[in-house]
């Protein structure tokens, strides 16, 4: 562990008081913190970059940031998938400068150097003249090598070729997040590609509250219960639920499906079966013909959380969102959603919000359209939730730079003080009750770490 200093002597653990559990506003915005949060934490640890669906095919592919660093992610001949630096080893150019498509060969439009879709340098044109590939060895010049991972689908990298490998670093979460991800045989795939935005806000803003800032909720949102009728109408009771979070800064907000909706379906009566409780309110994205796999896929200790008390929205670290919404119609369907987000650094006041918006693929057509519809009307670009949270993201970017105001803190004083429920069937730090600031006080901690240790 370091000491990481800013210029003026100010230490991360200055900034980040663990006594007091007090945030300094400065660091959301100090522009010096931004460099190094580029090496030592989006340099270091596991980021999402896409799902495999969005390059099906040999030749395929997409290209996305990890951090500030552009990266090219391609489909190869035997079905694996390559993540590289989207950089060329002659000048610096980007190589690829498309957003998706399918290329044997990329070829770089400033002096031609052209590389297969692995990586590997070819050659470039040298005109009956010695140039590169023979002065220096071919090995050298290829495009820079991400470590990939995929998990459910979802295409995970990271330039820590030596650190924690995916399955550490999501930790005891990932028996949560395997009942978002890993729950159908052929798992899931994107709709389409991720819808993005530009915000005038520092990442920070966005991704400590979706380390499950719950409180928000009752105030910024407020419409949702007041409008939309979301809860019975009453938001209260959506406060109230079980959080489960790790010092890797991962977390999700576990709360109670509508109780309306449960009692209409006589979900109270305590001789249904697991497998007729889950017939009642299948969890998002699942049809009752798809519960067998569910089945198959979820221990029963998971399937008995995802009937009683399903995640429904979280963050994984450091800058991933995700919703896992039930959307109660009229008629007593429930459409199911599941959209993940990433906030994507842009400099120390803008972000990328990417909306990634998903369903399972042995889901129906119909069920799938459905989703798609509602994901857009309510998450996103156009959607009507995400509107409020990102009203608040710029205002904070621009008080953390007051003179006065960079000096006062984020308050992350309300602690969990509840036991949990002796049944929890899951592991990982569980905080029962009223929503309060653990997981998002966690998030911070796991941001410390990284700030703090050697890039
Ligand atoms: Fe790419 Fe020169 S920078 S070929
Ligand atoms: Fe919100």
Not at 365 to 370: A, C, G, R, S, T
Request: with cysteine; charged share 25%.
């Amino acid at each position: 562990r370091t000491r990481t200093t800013l210029s003026d002597g100010t230490t991360i653990d200055d900034l980040i008081n663990i006594e007091t559990r007090e945030v300094q506003l400065r660091a959301i915005s100090d522009p010096e913190l931004y460099d190094i949060e580029m090496r030592k934490v989006f340099g270091k640890t596991w980021l999402l970059l896409g799902h495999e669906s969005e390059i099906p095919n040999p030749g395929d592919f997409i290209t996305r940031l990890m951090g500030s660093d552009p990266v090219l992610i391609t489909r190869q001949k035997d079905g694996s998938i390559r993540v590289m630096l989207n950089v060329c080893p002659h000048r610096g150019m980007r190589v690829c400068t498309a957003d998706a498509g399918n290329a044997k060969v990329h070829t770089c439009i400033y002096h031609g150097w052209a590389f297969k879709n692995d990586g590997d340098f070819i050659g470039a044109p040298v005109a009956g003249e010695k140039m590169h590939g023979d002065i220096l060895p071919k090995e050298k010049l290829g495009l820079t090598q991400a470590r990939s991972h995929l998990y459910g689908g979802l295409i995970f990298a990271t330039w820590n070729l030596e650190g924690p490998s995916f399955d550490e670093f999501l930790g005891e979460m990932k028996w949560y997040y395997d009942m978002l991800f890993c729950r159908t045989d052929k798992g899931l795939e994107a709709l389409g590609p991720p819808q993005r935005f530009t915000i005038k806000a520092n990442w920070k803003t966005a991704c400590e509250q979706s380390a499950s800032d719950g409180f928000h909720t009752l105030t910024l949102h407020r419409w949702l219960g007041e409008f939309a009728k979301f809860g019975d109408g009453d938001l209260t009771t959506s406060m109230y639920g079980t959080e489960v979070s790790s010092l890797q800064g991962h977390s999700l907000r576990c709360m109670p499906v509508a109780n309306k909706f449960k009692q209409a379906a006589g979900f109270r009566d305590g001789n249904l079966t697991l497998e007729e409780k889950l017939a009642i309110v299948p969890p998002p994205g699942i049809t009752k013909e798809m519960l067998p796999e569910l089945i198959r896929n979820l221990s029963p200790e998971q399937l008995g959380l995802l009937v009683d008390s399903p995640p429904q929205v979280g963050g994984m670290f450091p800058n991933v969102l995700i919703a896992f919404i039930y959307v109660p119609q009229p008629d007593g369907e429930i459409i199911g959603l599941t959209s993940l987000h990433t906030y994507i650094p842009k400099g120390p006041d803008e972000l990328e919000f990417c909306n990634y918006i998903l369903a399972e693929k042995d889901a129906p057509e119909e069920h799938k359209q459905k989703a798609l519809q509602f994901a857009v009307r309510m998450l996103g670009t156009s959607g009507m939730v995400e509107q409020d949270d990102s009203d608040t993201w710029p205002h904070i970017t621009q008080t953390a730079k007051g003179a006065a105001a960079r000096n006062i803190t984020m308050k992350y004083q309300a602690v969990c003080t509840t036991p949990p429920r002796p049944d929890w069937p899951g592991p990982a730090l569980v905080y029962e009750g009223f929503t309060k600031d653990d997981t998002q006080w966690n998030w911070w901690l796991a941001y410390r770490e990284l700030m703090n240790a050697p890039a």
